[in-house]
């Protein structure tokens, strides 16, 4: 590798922008830069489900064309244009392959784009390709993809997180400055916390879900993923903003993001530690870095209390019924007649059940298989009050311990994750350990509020990421930017760069692992 590509590759997006925009650098030497890394080093991380080379340089090469012609169409560039970035393999891309991690979709080609695509074609963003996942974005660990799981950079024997491990690994591994992700119940900010990286859950319906393949509709959020919180800030505001084409996407402009990752500042803030989101059932060391990033935030001048949310001791329940019952639905459409694989059934009567019948036995892997089942019985007449309606009451508890708790605090926090990375397999056959991971990220999905989960260091047992969680009231994404940003140049001054600058070296001839702002 080049010392030219291997510092390109160590940039923040933000950093990128202005050399691409003062011209040190083209878009197509940025933009090569890390296709030459995806193929140094994604045969160690597998990252990607599809690379989209030559695309992303066309696109690249365009942005170099305008900028050399200069006047009006140079200025009119949106700032990212030139960045590159990869996308979850949820998110459906025309001129790409799109998945969503399962045998049932293997080869399908959309033939529209995501609305979040069409904003990074609009800036100009060349797409480096699709990332791999969870099946249908339903895990923990991304190891529940019909196409191997994805490797976690800092311990190539260990998960990196789901469902979006794909996206997190590719930043953490360098081999794109952003990501888009999806999350339902944490499948941004889990694997954001277990890899170093930020990942974001802007508040359901700020940025539009049109064009993601539904997990659950009334969970799930598409949000960027990357190596710091600016950007992550930059990016949500390329992608989001009100969209016609999905009836639940709101009005408001949330154009004060970047701003507010530029002008942290805490002093004054009631931040409320979540009393039932640390402490019992969290790793050691994931409890030791909480309670420093409490610290620094309180000498930064915020006021720490404590919040009580009582009825989140049910939301990992309820999560598992209101969310299966939406899969079983969404997933319906997946019938072998209109998408993809279509498999016959090998004897007798070939009647259009059956046809659905062996297509769906032999698409779907067993987890997406459970959730049907689980979401399908939930939903069955006799037991529809039993399951889904106290299910959906419960939300509504959950939402009020969150109304009661911002009340009392500007922000929350919790650590993002109960443990660090785990053992590639170590929790594949205990459906219910995986489901555990997410019980500090899923009720922002329930209550459709915004969450930010950053690094705040290692572990002491393990030496592997932790991650911290904030959490603002639904439309208050910017406050979440804000506090995020104070807390990483924190954390940043005590450990002398950023995070990933401790991470093992990947690749043939990288010879800085950090990364410089
Ligand atoms: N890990 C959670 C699940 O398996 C969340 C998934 C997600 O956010 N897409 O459902």
Redesign the pocket.
């Known amino acids: 590798m080049t010392e030219l590509n291997n510092s390109l590759i160590h940039q923040s997006a933000a950093a990128l922008s202005a050399k691409l925009i003062a011209r040190e650098v083209s878009a197509v030497e940025v933009t090569q830069a890390h296709l030459d890394r995806i193929a140094d080093v994604d045969g160690q991380v597998n990252a990607f489900l599809h690379v989209n080379a030559e695309e992303a340089l066309a696109v690249a090469s365009d942005v170099d064309a305008i900028r050399a012609a200069g006047g009006e169409a140079a200025a009119g560039l949106h700032d990212l244009a030139g960045v590159p970035i990869a996308v979850k393999d ?1 998110i459906v891309t025309v001129g790409q392959p799109t998945t969503a991690g399962s045998k049932i979709l293997e080869g399908w080609h959309s033939p529209y784009d995501a609305t979040v695509i069409r904003k990074l074609r609009a800036a100009k963003m060349p797409i480096l390709g699709k990332t791999n ?2 099946e ?5 660990s991304t190891e ?1 993809s019909a196409y191997g799981p994805t490797r976690n950079p800092w311990d190539l024997d260990r998960i990196p997180g ?3 491990g794909g996206s997190a690994a590719a930043v953490a591994a360098f081999e794109a400055p952003l990501a888009l992700g ?7 900010r ?1 694997p954001g916390a277990v890899t170093g990286t930020v990942g974001m859950k802007p508040t359901y319906g700020a940025v539009s879900r049109y064009g993601a393949i539904a ?2 509709s009334s ?2 959020q598409i949000g960027p993923v990357s190596r710091t919180v600016l950007d992550s800030a930059l990016l949500q505001e390329v992608v989001g903003g009100h969209d016609p084409y999905d009836s639940t996407s709101l009005s408001d402009p949330f154009d004060n993001l970047v701003t507010a990752a530029r002008t942290g500042n805490v002093a004054g803030m009631k931040i409320g530690i979540i009393k039932e989101l640390h402490g019992e059932g969290y790793q050691a060391g994931v409890e030791n870095r909480f309670n420093e990033s409490l610290e620094l935030l309180r000498e930064a001048g915020a006021e720490i209390v404590e919040v009580s949310c009582p009825n989140f001791q049910y939301a990992l329940g309820a ?2 019924l209101i ?1 299966p019952s939406e899969v079983s639905s969404n997933l319906a459409k997946f019938d072998g007649v209109r998408y993809g694989l279509r498999v016959l059934p090998k004897d007798g009567p070939m009647t259009i059940e059956r046809v659905m019948g062996a297509t769906r036995a032999a698409g779907f892997g067993d ?1 997406v298989k459970r ?1 049907i089942i689980l979401g399908t019985y939930a939903l069955s007449a006799g037991y529809y009050d039993a399951y889904y309606g106290s299910a959906q009451k419960v939300r509504t508890l959950i939402q009020r311990d969150f109304d009661a708790a911002f009340a009392q605090a500007d922000v929350l926090i919790s650590p993002t994750s109960p443990t660090t990375a785990f053992k590639l397999g170590e929790k594949l056959d205990d459906p219910l350990a ?2 555990l ?2 019980v500090a ?2 009720p922002a ?1 329930m209550a459709g509020i915004p969450g930010l989960s950053l690094p705040g260091g290692l572990a002491d047992e393990d030496g592997l990421p932790v991650g911290i969680q904030l959490l603002a009231p639904a439309r208050q994404d910017a406050r979440v930017y804000r506090v995020g940003s104070v807390l990483e140049s924190l954390l940043e001054e005590k450990w002398g760069g950023p995070l990933l600058a401790q991470a093992p070296v990947l690749g043939s001839s990288s010879t800085i692992a950090g990364g410089s702002k």
């Open positions: 949820l996942l969870d249908f974005a339903m895990g923990s529940h789901g469902s979006g999806t999350d339902t119940g944490g499948s941004i889990q997990m659950a969970l799930d999560y598992y969310m987890e959730r995986m489901y991971n997410d990220t899923i999905n």
